[in-house]
């Protein structure tokens, strides 16, 4: 009898101690000791993701239906217009555009090229100018002071005032060839401007480096250029890469300018057809080529920034 009342008696004892005070019973160890999620707080996960996933399904629906309402009210709306027929065939000949787009992709191969050698020089000056603005000795300040003035006048004037005072101003003295080029004079007015915004770009990465840790590196016997070589400079670029692939960006789009100075790039050819066919298409056709080099280049820069961001998270 003893026996036995011991073992009822243990039965609503070892029940509610084992299961804590959740009425449910126990949800803290099963058969054989291991550890399932308590019943109620698995259905209340499952609710919230039952939740937000029927929210982010609400919101994408919301979405592709305003944008396909905006796409029909383009579709049916802009063709509606008085002079649709005299635009569709100015700028929307596909017999122009069949003709002339080969021509425009082998001009572009010089907006490449352009880019191409000017993207390194700008990179190296823009960090020779950063560097120099960060100069914290006295006896280095008028190289401090030739870096700021420099950042601020390039970066105060237009791009396309730059390459004309460059482009026609330089081949003015009467250099002999090749020195003469306006292929020379527009790329180095394209590096100046470039350099100064990549210059800033930079400083401000350097600049968001904790002095602490510079104060770390010379505490540990560290020289101010190695300080700057090995600890600053690493995490500076690295913050600053998404900022400096939009800047790049925005270099391959401006090579353009330089047709104004001679260079017959993809824009000069496509006014040269445009003269010769009196059709805008070959602009349109210019814009699709530099659209399928920009967007994807902006889409990585996006996913940089994400990337950093999700780091520094």
Known sequence: MASGHYRRSADPVTGPSSGGNHPGGD??????????PCPDHAMTQTRRQIFEARQRRRASTIAAASTAGVLLALIVLIPMAPGWEAVKRSFFNPEVFARTFPGLLEAFLLDVAIFAWCAPLIAALGLLV?????????ALYPLRLAAVVYTDIFRGLPV????????????GLGLPRPWNSPYLWGSLALILV??????????SGIESVHDSQRAAALSLG??????????????ALRRVVPANMNLFIA?????????????????????????????????VGAALIF???T??????????MNRERRRRT
Do not use: W
């Open 194 to 203: 470039y350099a100064a915004y990549v210059a800033e770009v930079i400083r």
């Open 130 to 138: 950063a560097l120099l603005r960060d100069l914290r000795s006295p």
């Open 251 to 283: 270099l391959q789009k401006d090579v353009a300018l330089l047709s104004f100075i001679g260079p017959v790039e993809i824009f000069r050819q496509a006014g040269v057809y445009k003269s010769l066919l009196a059709n805008f298409t070959p602009y």
């Open 222 to 235: 560290l020289s101010q250029s190695d300080t700057m070589r090995y600890v600053i400079l690493p995490q």
């Open 160 to 171: 396309i005032l730059v390459i004309y005072l460059i482009g026609f101003g330089i081949p």
């Open 295 to 304: 967007i994807p280049a902006t889409r990585y820069a996006d996913h940089l």
């Open 291 to 293: 659209l399928a080099i």
């Open 27 to 36: 949800c803290s160890a099963g058969a054989e000791g291991a550890a399932p």
